[in-house]
């Protein structure tokens, strides 16, 4: 059982808030790049059953009609028994074409890049999307038979208010759509925003606008199941879920990463290295001492929270015992609480959750 996440690092455009590996679309690289994942893709799929499949990027769907075929006829190879399979798309780079394609290789679930509807944060983010074609988008998802449609929303924008994140949550609302993930905007260095020195919203703020999502989407049928991400009617992504509870994964592509047999790899970021000598990964290995700490770090972000007994089994030892101190400190705050064989943080908890990871990090 194998999650794959292979990464496509191209984009029309680069949005103002991005840092994430990524370049500007150029056809002839793209044609080289292929020639590289495709490589990659052989060797590191061979004897792989996988469970789950998700394109991210960058933007995949960036890549032309001819280019997408041949990437997922290289997966296809492999894709035979995947239970969800996710491309990222930009709602500007999704069209009919594009989608028939998606749809005829198995792809069961898109996750739109949305950001937010209002004209000018799209604009100010370098987007190029505006409300109807949010909402006529999703429509011609559904038309092509993919019903599984997430859609992102950021908060925290320059210049936006409350009034105008409401309308965003609103209308997404409004669509058929089964999955929801909010980002709180964060400055990177490289980024766009980062280079104008763009101001980060006061974190009292912030969190009004998260608590106000939280409030809303509720209202509207969408199940909060981990710190960012809301579902409908159970629609929680597979591929995440895998990352959340703490499973090996599979990272292909220039700038992906990876986790296996107790060590964490990430490819080379720089294209060229990747086109001339392929992923030329580097390694970190992992003690138990990371391991335990890092699957609290990311069990916690799920509602739901660590099963005990998981744990126990994984490590030989008790959460409770290992992280005592921590653990009774947490409680004691009304940031974690104990249920039914599960230790999960609170809805307080969830909201100052680094400083109780920090805590665990002690431990």
């Known amino acids: 059982m ?25 056809q002839g690289l793209a044609d080289k790049w292929l020639q590289a994942i495709q490589k990659e893709i052989k060797e590191k799929l061979r004897n792989e059953k996988i469970t789950t499949l998700y394109l991210g990027g960058g933007t995949p769907t960036s890549l032309t009609i001819a280019q997408m075929e041949v990437l997922l006829e290289c997966l296809g190879e492999y894709s035979a028994d995947v239970e969800e399979y996710t491309v990222e798309a930009n709602v500007e780079s999704l069209d009919d074409s594009m989608l028939e394609l998606l749809a005829g ?22 987007r190029h999307h505006d409300k109807q074609m949010v909402i006529d988008t999703i429509q011609r998802i559904h038309h092509h038979g993919i019903h599984n449609i997430s859609c992102d929303l950021i908060y925290g924008l320059p210049a936006q208010t409350p009034a105008l994140w409401q309308e965003d949550l609103r209308v997404l609302c409004e669509q058929d759509i089964q999955h929801i993930s909010l980002y709180a905007l964060t400055i ?8 104008e020195k763009v101001a980060v919203m006061e974190e ?9 999502a939280i409030t809303y989407l509720q209202s509207q049928g969408f ?22 509870h703490y499973e090996d994964f ?28 392929g992923p030329s990964p580097s390694y970190i290995a992992l003690t138990s001492k ?12 799920l509602t739901q929270g660590i099963s005990l007994s998981k744990f126990s089994k994984r490590f030989g030892c008790e959460l409770l ?39 665990f990090m002690e431990g």
Request: glycine share 8%.
């Open 223 to 244: 199940e909060q199941y981990e710190i960012s991400n809301f579902a409908r009617h159970e629609h929680y992504s597979k591929h995440n879920q895998a990352y959340w």
């Open 290 to 301: 990371d391991e335990r700490f890092e699957m609290i770090m990311m069990g916690l972000r």
């Open 105 to 126: 290789y198995g792809v069961n679930r898109i996750s739109l890049g949305v950001q937010s509807i209002d004209a000018t944060l799209i604009k100010r983010m370098n």
């Open 188 to 195: 990177e260095e490289h980024s766009a925003f980062g280079r």
């Open 250 to 277: 599979i990272g292909i592509g220039c700038g992906a990463s990876g986790k296996q047999k107790h060590a964490r790899y990430d490819n080379t970021r720089n294209l060229e290295t990747y086109l001339r000598q």
């Open 204 to 212: 009292d703020e912030e969190a009004d606008f998260y608590e106000a």
């Open 2 to 26: 194998s999650f794959v996440y292979v990464h496509v690092p191209f984009c029309k455009t680069i949005c103002s808030y991005c840092d994430f590996v990524r370049c500007g679309y150029h």
């Open 321 to 359: 015992s290992c992280y005592e101190n921590a653990v009774q400190k947490n409680i004691r705050l009304g940031l974690l609480r104990m249920e039914n064989g599960f230790i999960k943080a609170t809805d307080k908890g969830l909201h100052v959750l680094n400083s109780v990871l920090l805590d």
